[in-house]
């Protein structure tokens, strides 16, 4: 698809983002953790994230939560070809149709939850054999799951550009022996290469949360990042970071017998859930494969 040579000019002659809130009547709310973006210059720094990765460039974005559309309006100034808006909130998706009429063809709306949302699907109903980069000012509440759902299933995803809680991103992109490396760090890092973006104060936002949020780039990896079968390496996760404070060979009881599970992957049983690397904890799994 060929981007229009006019696209700034069906831009710029759609009203303020603000005007679109109050016509809508779309006020953020807290039960779909809502908290809008407004400023046009950062949305499209959050945009370009994607870009400077080769991503977005004649490919479909596919946008989770769009609400007014600042983020969506970044994304239309870029290289995409197609942006699909997976949106719940039925004031959202009537906010959006200046958009829609704005870009036919390019830009489209689906009202569904995200958490039903199955990547593959939305790229095969718009005729794309290709792979898609998600891009999301991520509703507070469902952040973590709707993360972890695409790490387990990332083969239609070439990458992702994802706004978060300061102290979830903190968490997604820890390495193995700080406090904030846990269970979430080695689901996405396995299927995942994180990086950070930048950080965004509350007073961006409208209305202000009560947090610093941050935006992480991810890219998808053409293989896991060591061989494991991904609800073992759930199961060996959710036991040992489920009690992180003790030693692996307590905490990996509810798995069977810990320490021959531990000694097959090459594991000291002293050790605890938060010094273990990635690839540590798919030794695990993969032990767990072979006992079982």
């Known amino acids: ?23 809508n009547g779309l006020d953020a709310r807290k039960s779909l953790g809502q908290h809008f973006l407004l400023d046009l210059n950062l949305t499209r720094r959050i ?9 977005l460039a004649g490919g479909t974005v596919i946008e989770v939560g769009p609400g007014p ?41 689906i009202e569904a939850d995200a958490l039903t949302m ?37 083969e239609r995803i070439a990458g992702m550009v994802l706004m978060y809680q300061k102290e979830v991103a903190d968490r997604l992109i820890a390495e193995p022996g700080g406090r904030d490396y846990g269970r979430l760090s080695v689901l996405a890092q396995w299927r995942f290469r994180i990086a950070k973006g930048f950080d965004i104060g509350p007073r961006a936002f409208t209305p202000p949360p009560k947090v610093t949020s941050t935006v992480l780039i991810y890219e998808t ?28 060979r307590q905490s990996l009881k509810s798995l069977g017998d810990a320490e021959a599970l531990l000694a097959a992957a090459g594991i000291e049983p002293t050790r605890r859930a938060e010094t273990v690397s990635v690839e540590g904890f798919c030794a695990l799994a993969r032990a767990l494969a072979a006992r079982d």
């Not at 945009?47 to 991503?55: D, F, S, T």
């Not at 997976?86 to 958009?99: G, M, N, T």
Request: charged share 20%; with cysteine.
């Open 69 to 109: 559309g600042g983020l969506t309006r970044g994304l239309l100034a870029g290289p995409a070809a197609r942006v699909i808006a997976i949106e719940r909130d039925a004031r959202a998706v009537q906010a959006l149709q200046p958009l829609v009429e704005a870009f036919p063809g390019r830009f489209s709306i």
């Open 1 to 23: 698809m060929t981007i229009p040579d006019d696209t700034a000019a069906r831009l710029e002659a759609l009203p303020p983002l603000r005007d679109v809130i109050a016509a």
């Open 118 to 154: 199955d990547p593959g699907a939305l790229l095969d109903a718009a005729g794309d054999p290709g792979r898609c980069w998600i891009a999301s000012n991520l509703p507070y509440n469902i952040s973590t799951q709707l993360t972890v759902q695409w790490a387990e299933r990332p």
């Open 221 to 248: 990896r053409p293989e896991p990042l060591a061989p494991a079968d991904l609800h073992l390496l759930s199961a060996v996760t959710a036991a040992g970071f489920g009690q992180r404070r003790k030693m692996l």
């Open 47 to 55: 945009a370009r994230l994607a870009e400077g990765r080769g991503g």
